[in-house]
């Protein structure tokens, strides 16, 4: 891969530990083309303890996904809330390494640069190009100030609003580098990874990795491109290779919202249709308090409407939607949480989502990736395609809204830019070497967000796969150490341990070499769980994704621990510095 150099190191105790040491990385545009100029690459590391024998680095990846409202990446959550757990659970043995993605946002001075994808300098201007946008269509803008839908979207609202999204990524392609955008994509970051994994370990190292939702693909890229150098692989609630790679990301909109919704309307028919006053066994990884559960309900629906829909509607348009309020509002009346404040928090943290002036999500990673070129002529026809099918795909979903519309990056016919690099998976009689660890594969059998998938999906002619599934509903990928899951995770991390095929169910585990099951201890980590619940209920901000729901909240609680040591219509009011270090 090429000598690479640590550029720059950021003072000791960056936000809140002695222990992570970030800093800035030296890496090439393309690495196979160096010449055509270089950038830099931030990284965070959770330093292995000091008083054991240090056995290497562990690279996370924790997802692409933001969380809404806050300039901290994924990646620095993950390491300001988790990172300790983990380094507790495989007992300070190695180095955790988070590494910032290529175009990935963040706080200006810990950003990686280069590639960084925004759209609009400010929220009024965001504000004002789709008003003007509407203008130039001869339509009415349907939507407030905040940009949520002021009525039930019309199928002619759902044409309009296609139509405005085109005209949004041309004016972000327009302001943009489209030269350094191609050098955003999956492959790319495989390459940075194992420049990393050289800098840190030596030439040639065994790369251990692991990869939650959207930063699995990494480490499903890395099996691929560099079977040879992979150690121990933990790759939890992964994609479908084939289908990331060259499915219609509309017709996988389309496969994904109806999945999410299933699993979601099965909860409902448990826990409400018929009046089970126990939903806690519906669900897995219960956190125990009256409470909890209800704000469990509600991280499904949030997680739900950000993943899935790329408009956003005013609270009266959500009261009136009959199928959410009566599959929801019986459920939160259970605990102590108000149905109107619990829906007026998720405004909250959705008005962060469309007003962030990032307009293009994750669209420039998932659609950059995509094997097949874009095409105008192709991308005109599939407009029209998908302009028709949204008069019945509107209502795909109605207990996440009356009428709901894909994200941008499930619309990658409107995204021009594909990755200098990408992935072409090996045919099926080429040989595959072996890999010195079998990677481990986490899934879930009722996630919303995670359809569980056979393993030749997930890993491609790879052998020797395991795989761990985690029974009942799931709508979180945390790390807790104190349950079956995490217990398989830190061993397999810590000392390669793969269990036998093996199911989790909540807090206990069931192997198939072993009858009956195994209970692992609980930990006080329920009433940190606790707290943090108490703390959302007052601060009244939830995250808004399968990722960003929880670490955004553990940065929250951790500064805070730190620093003290309806049957009628509903009618509404209207209303850096840096130091320098030679390495």
């Known amino acids: 891969m090429g000598e690479r150099r640590l550029l720059e190191r950021l ?36 330093l292995a303890a000091p ?4 056995e290497g680095t562990i690279f996370v990846h924790p997802g692409y996904r933001p969380s809404p409202g806050t300039s ?62 509407s203008e130039e269509l001869g339509t009415e803008p349907a939507w407030d100030d905040q940009m949520h839908f002021i009525r039930e979207q019309t199928h002619e609202d759902a044409k309009n609003w296609l139509r405005i999204q085109s005209m949004v990524v041309e004016e972000c392609i327009r302001k943009q580098n489209t030269t350094t955008l191609s050098y955003m994509g999956t492959a790319a970051t495989v390459r940075d990874l194992v420049a990393l994994a050289d800098f840190f370990d030596g030439p040639n190292s065994a790369i251990n990795f692991w990869g939650l939702e959207s930063g699995a693909l990494v480490g499903q890229y890395l099996l691929q491109m560099f079977p040879e150098r992979a150690g121990r692989v933990l790759l939890q609630a992964p994609h479908d290779l084939n289908a990331y790679l060259h499915q219609d990301s509309y017709d996988m909109w389309r496969e994904d919202v109806t999945y999410a919704h299933d699993v979601i309307d099965r909860f409902v028919e448990f826990c409400v249709r018929t009046e089970e006053q126990d939903c806690s066994t519906y669900w897995a990884n219960v956190i125990v308090g009256d409470d909890s559960l209800g704000w469990g309900h509600w991280i499904l ?55 962030d002036d990032d307009a293009l999500g994750l669209m420039p990673w ?47 016919h409107l995204w021009p830019v594909r990755a200098v690099e990408r992935l072409a998976l090996k045919l099926e009689e080429e040989i595959q070497p072996t890999l010195a ?26 052998e020797g796969a395991r795989e761990v599934v985690q029974m009942k509903l799931s709508g979180m990928l945390g790390f807790r150490p104190d349950t079956c899951m995490g217990d398989i995770i830190a061993r397999y991390l810590s000392d390669g341990e793969l269990p036998d095929r093996s199911v989790c169910d909540g807090n206990v585990r069931f192997d198939a070499d072993v009858k009956g099951a195994v209970h692992v201890p609980a930990s006080g980590r329920d009433a940190w769980w606790a707290e943090l619940l108490q703390l959302a209920r007052r601060e009244a901000v939830f995250a808004a994704t399968v990722l960003g729901v929880i670490t955004a909240f553990v ?7 730190k620093n003290r040591g309806a049957n009628g219509s509903v009618r509404l009011g209207e209303g850096k510095p840096m130091a320098s270090a030679k390495y």
């Open 11 to 46: 003072p000791p105790g960056f936000p809140l530990s002695e222990n992570i040491e970030c800093g800035f990385f030296d890496i090439p545009l393309d690495w196979a083309h160096p010449e055509l100029g270089h950038q830099q690459l931030h990284y965070a590391r959770y």
């Open 51 to 54: 008083d054991v024998q240090r």
């Open 72 to 133: 901290i990446t994924p990646q620095q959550a993950w390491m300001l809330g988790e990172a300790a757990q983990v380094h507790e659970s495989t007992q300070g043995k190695y180095d955790l390494v988070v590494l910032g993605t290529r175009g990935n946002r963040g706080r200006a001075d810990l950003s990686t640069s280069s590639g960084q994808v925004d759209c609009f300098d400010t929220v009024e201007e965001k504000q004002a190009f789709y008003l003007r946008a």
């Open 301 to 355: 629906l949030n997680n739900a409407r950000s993943m899935f829909m790329g408009w956003r509607n005013s609270l009266e348009v959500d009261l009136n939607n009959t199928a959410l309020t009566s599959a929801f509002k019986p459920v939160v009346d259970n605990f102590t949480i108000d149905f109107v404040t619990l829906l007026s928090n998720a405004q909250h943290v959705e008005r962060e989502l469309i007003l």
């Open 366 to 412: 998932y659609c950059g990736d995509k094997v097949v070129d874009n095409n105008a002529d192709t991308a005109a026809k599939r407009m029209r395609e998908i302009a028709a099918m949204l008069e019945d795909d509107i209502h795909l979903a109605p207990l996440f809204s009356s009428s709901i519309f894909p994200p941008l990056d499930y619309l990658c």
């Open 437 to 462: 660890t079998a990677p481990l594969v986490i899934q879930y059998s009722e996630c919303p967000f995670a359809r569980r998938l056979p393993l030749s999906n997930v890993v491609p002619g790879i």
């Open 555 to 561: 940065v929250v609680v951790t500064i805070v621990l």
